[in-house]
């Protein structure tokens, strides 16, 4: 099976901002996200897909720099963006990566990818639901359900929702321990206190700014017996 990264990032967040320009190691959160999902073995193409309004045009520059596709879409039915931005890809598999999860790791992306592959399952992700890792959807249940249009209002806005909560619905899962991990930790960028938090780590573990960084992860999120 092929697969196809879309990320998600916007410029209007209510509760940061601009979120997406602040940076970690020099880097901003979408330039960084590019490069994790660039890093991802195997992976067909790689999509930055954003919403309409005119100011969300200034990521076009960075993505498109790092080899990233820019696509806007709808400003606010996220659900509908996402399935217009793959809706004439080959990809059998979409991966769906939020650009605030700025310590998702490639190889817990890939293991996803791999086990929903292996379980031919419509969904796939790490329990409860990593920060460190995408979610995996096939394409073809994603249009789907979008095409049905019986969506709820938090499917219409996290894309994955009412897949994730089907009961007929294939699912393959990882633990949240997956990788020496703790999983159910939270590090991402969506307040004021993420961004102290963020900032934080740079000065205190300098390895984070590689991509690749499980080994720091480990020690910063361990698993507790």
Not at 101 to 111: S, V
Not at 140 to 147: R, W
Not at 173 to 202: C, M, S, W, Y
Request: hydrophobic fraction near 45%.
């Amino acid at each position: 099976m092929s697969a196809i990264i879309v990320m998600q990032g916007r410029l209007r967040s209510a509760r940061l901002p601009g979120k997406g320009f602040f940076t970690f190691f020099g880097q901003t959160m979408w330039e960084r996200a590019c490069d994790i999902a660039r890093a991802v073995p195997g992976v067909e193409e790689v999509v930055f897909a954003t919403g309409d309004l005119p100011e969300n045009f200034l990521m076009k520059p960075l993505v498109e720099a790092k080899g990233a596709r820019f696509f806007a879409g709808s400003e606010d039915h996220v659900l509908q963006r996402f399935c217009a931005a793959v809706e004439n890809s080959r990809a059998d598999l979409v991966v769906r990566m939020t650009c605030d999860n700025y310590l998702m790791q490639p190889e817990f992306i890939a293991a996803v990818i791999a086990a929903t592959e292996a379980a031919r399952a419509d969904y796939g992700f790490i329990e409860p639901l990593s920060h460190f890792a995408g979610e995996v959807i096939r394409r073809e249940c994603l249009l789907e359900e979008y095409g049905r249009g019986q969506y709820s209002a938090a499917g219409r806005e996290h894309v994955t929702w009412d897949i994730r909560h089907s009961p007929t619905l294939g699912k393959a899962t990882l633990p949240a321990d997956f990788g020496g991990v703790n999983h159910r930790a939270g590090l991402t960028l969506d307040n004021l206190e993420d961004l102290i938090q963020l900032k934080r780590l740079e000065q205190s573990h300098p390895a984070l700014a590689q991509v690749r960084c499980v080994g720091e992860l480990r020690e910063i999120c361990p698993v507790r017996p």
